[in-house]
């Protein structure tokens, strides 16, 4: 097929690789070692590359020739030869422990440079060029956070906000939500944006020892908006799970007796509004977008009644009958939340408080604290993505991987927020990664544009390859035959030609 012309840039995506150092194997396919690989566009032709991220974890684990740097469901034991009181040493040492720069989810801009992420204290710089692995960045040094999401969200000033959770910092387990400026000063070039890092606001956690766990956030023209959900890490078990030889996986709880509890965080302000906004029980990992209507804050998540997604990935379930024997419990629900930060405060106990026309409701309580249903807008689709370009606002359209009951997607979706329309990509054998929007340099409407997905195949004998979609159509425009041995990714983004003169220079 024929790529659009002025599509220039690279597609850049992060994902576990390697599972197995030596003669050891990790648990789980979300530990493996992280590879990033990439797509280059230049004047319609496709230059592909792949290689694994040098964390130290990496150099560490290649140099021993087998695991020694525990993973989120992998935990490593030191040396068995070692002395009596190196073991007590490092059992002490695990409290709150180092955890890996193994940094495999997701890419981010930020400032002057990219970073692969985790969901740990660490990133590392990358060159998106030549996927060098440049400089570790530790979060912890310039905000008291121990983990931090692998989501963040840029403003339209090139601002990069995330959140991260300080576990149990002078007697405080809190949600710290922070801001990293695009560039710094002139007079301090030599420094990093990061010693530029601001804290905007931190939410105290509703336990001490039981924060929530969270993968990425929402954010709005105003307001930053948090869910802390009744999936939780006990930090008891995390302090103790290296002695008792179990993985930090282990450590998170979910609670489905419990609440989730909605957090708004004014950005001028810096504080969170005050009313209490809560739903029932669920466990997310992606917000979609959220934007402000009215008085309302509307955002749109994809939510699972229980967390047994994450357990379908542990190694030994993913067998050649993966696709027979494993069916979610939960199916992945779009849900579509509509928050009144506006109403009538002496309305009536049991009203809704809702006034745009949805059948998702806010109801007051006898306490004042209000109680959240959502509109249901469809289900089977997890890894959203939207044209960045209207993220805060309000939006039509979401592009995501269709999951039914198999934990691993089979087809790629386009689906209409306003008309409930879907359009569809698939074929045999088939299995397409997240797909990355990318719009066209003279985008009038909100899906002019192309999509971008990588295409592992379930047959060996067949190549992988790159699919470029038209977004309007979601018909196929080209697709870019790649004969190595892809991995199946996670997430990443599309850096345009303009941005990477700037790591050129």
Not at 56 to 79: H, L, Q
Not at 409 to 435: A, R, Y
Not at 481 to 490: A, G, I
């Amino acid at each position: 097929g024929q790529l659009p012309t002025w599509l220039q840039g690279i597609l850049l995506r992060n994902g576990p690789g390697m599972h197995t150092i030596g003669d050891n194997k990790y648990n789980h396919w979300f530990d493996g070692l992280a590879l990033l690989h990439s797509f280059t566009f230049k004047n319609g032709e496709v230059y592909y590359r792949s290689k694994y991220l040098r964390s130290d974890t990496y150099n560490c684990n290649i140099e021993a020739n087998r695991i020694v740097v525990s993973e989120f469901g992998t935990m490593a034991y030191p040396d068995p030869c070692k002395n009596i009181f190196a073991k007590a040493f490092t059992y002490l040492s695990h409290t709150i422990p180092e955890f890996t720069d193994n940094c495999l989810i997701n890419i981010m801009k930020t400032g002057d440079g990219f970073y692969a992420t985790s969901e740990t204290n660490f990133i590392r710089k990358i060159n998106p060029q030549t996927l060098e692995t440049l400089e570790k960045v530790d979060y912890s040094k310039y905000v008291a956070v121990n983990l931090a999401t692998s989501h963040p969200h840029y403003d339209s000033a090139g601002n990069t906000f995330n959140m991260g959770t300080s576990i149990v910092d002078k007697g405080k387990t809190k949600y710290v939500l922070f801001k990293i400026p695009p560039s710094v000063p002139e007079r301090e070039k030599k420094k990093s944006c990061f010693k530029h890092l601001e804290v905007v606001c931190s939410i105290p956690s509703r336990s001490l020892l039981h924060p929530s766990y969270h993968h990425s956030f929402g954010m709005t023209e105003n307001y930053i908006i948090f869910i802390e959900q009744p999936l939780r890490l006990d930090i008891v078990k995390l302090a103790t799970a290296y002695i008792r030889g179990v993985n930090w996986a282990s450590c998170l709880v979910y609670h489905k007796e419990d609440k989730s509890w909605f957090h708004f965080v004014d950005k001028k302000t810096k504080k969170e509004v005050s009313t209490k906004f809560y739903t029932d029980a669920m466990v997310l990992f992606h917000h979609v977008n959220a934007y402000e209507e009215d008085g309302h804050i509307i955002f749109d998540i994809i939510a699972y009644e229980d967390n047994s997604l994450y357990d379908m990935f542990y190694l030994k379930n993913l067998d050649k009958d993966f696709e027979e024997n494993n069916k979610l419990n939960s199916i992945p629900t779009c849900k579509r939340f509509v928050v009144p930060l506006q109403y009538d405060k002496d309305a009536e106990v049991g009203s809704n408080l809702v006034t745009l026309p949805s059948t998702a409701t806010a109801v007051k309580e006898k306490d004042g604290s209000i109680y959240c249903q959502p509109e249901i807008l469809c289900e089977g689709i997890e890894l959203p993505r939207i044209n960045y370009d209207y993220n805060s606002k309000k939006y039509k359209y979401v592009f995501a991987t269709e999951v039914q009951w198999s934990p691993v997607p089979t087809k790629i979706v386009k689906f209409n927020m306003q008309t409930k329309e879907m359009l569809h990509w698939g074929e045999d054998h088939c299995w397409p990664s997240e797909p990355v929007f990318v719009p066209s340099p003279d985008a009038r409407e909100e899906d002019d544009g192309i999509v971008l997905t990588c295409v592992v195949m379930t047959d060996p004998k067949q190549a992988p390859f790159l699919l470029v979609l038209d977004a309007k159509t979601f018909k196929e425009l080209s697709r870019v035959t790649v004969n190595v041995e892809m991995h199946l990714d996670l997430h990443g983004m599309f850096i345009p030609e303009k941005d990477l003169k700037t790591e050129a220079e």
